[in-house]
């Protein structure tokens, strides 16, 4: 699905700028899933940044240069609200601007990454942040695309989010290149791959080869005991937060070990 938003978006728009952009959303999303709330909403204002480099472009026909400071972020986003209805769509001149102050405003006002006496609003305001940024992707493809918002908001949720993993996948089985990892982790490293999709027990035991099919059922039930996974009366499996956790903690030593 992310390949589909990305390859729509750069038939529209400057391909440097969809890059810039999905960088940007990708690292929003990657991080709120991981609980990393801090550096979900400090990313949120490099996804200001690409917005704000479309719009100049779709309302001037011109952005400034990726990487170029850019002070007065506010009263630039602000700014195109002051342009004619003739000069370019409400969307541009609003409605994406002014989601785009909420973002920024949550960065820079909220005391990001400092310790304060109140309490702490990271987990809140990148529920904020995760949701602004959802929408405006949405509205973009519902512009240049003629897609219903409900539509363009199932393409982005469609996104799947996940880190890399040593997995190497031929037609419909995939296999972890370290068969030196323990049951338990390949199965979660293989359940990471396909978040947020739930996987067979038997699709598992296919793609592990483990020696007993019994024993590996009953990884499984404890697993689900400890919360790691969800496995589900129909047999099928999905890893829960605290299992993207661990994977995220310890995939680096899957692809060294």
């Not at 001037?60 to 170029?68: D, E, L, N, Q, R």
């Not at 960065?107 to 809140?124: A, C, E, M, Q, S």
């Not at 996974?229 to 995220?248: F, R």
Request: one cysteine or more; a neutral charge.
């Amino acid at each position: 699905m992310i390949d589909k938003v990305t390859k729509d978006l750069k038939s529209a728009l400057p391909i440097a700028l969809v890059d810039f952009l999905m960088t940007a959303y990708l690292e929003i999303k990657e991080n709120y899933l991981l609980e990393r709330h801090e550096p979900s909403e400090l990313n949120g204002g490099k996804f200001v940044e690409a917005c704000y480099r479309i719009l100049e472009h779709e309302t001037k026909g011109s952005f400034t240069a990726i990487g170029a400071h850019m002070p007065d972020m506010i009263g630039k986003l602000r700014a195109f609200e002051q342009l004619p209805a003739t000069a370019a769509i409400e969307s541009y001149r609003i409605h994406i601007p002014r989601a785009l102050c909420m973002i920024y405003n949550i960065r820079n006002k909220r005391g990001v990454g400092h310790l304060g006496g109140d309490v702490n609003p990271n987990f809140t305001d990148s529920t904020m942040i995760c949701a602004c940024s959802d929408w405006v992707l949405a509205e973009l493809l519902r512009v240049h695309y003629s897609f219903s918002l409900d539509e363009a908001q199932k393409l982005v949720d469609g996104i799947v989010i996940r880190p890399t993993f040593l997995v190497h996948q031929i037609a419909d089985i995939k296999r972890i290149l370290n068969p030196d990892l323990k049951n338990s982790d390949q199965v979660l490293v293989l359940l990471a791959s396909e978040f947020p999709k739930p996987t067979s027990d038997i699709t598992l035991f296919n793609w592990i080869e483990p020696k007993s099919k019994g024993t590996f059922f009953n990884l499984l039930k404890q697993m689900h005991s400890k919360r790691l996974i969800e496995y589900s009366s129909d047999k099928t499996c999905s890893i829960l937060p605290t299992g993207l956790k661990y994977v995220d903690k310890n995939h680096k030593s899957f692809i060294n070990s």
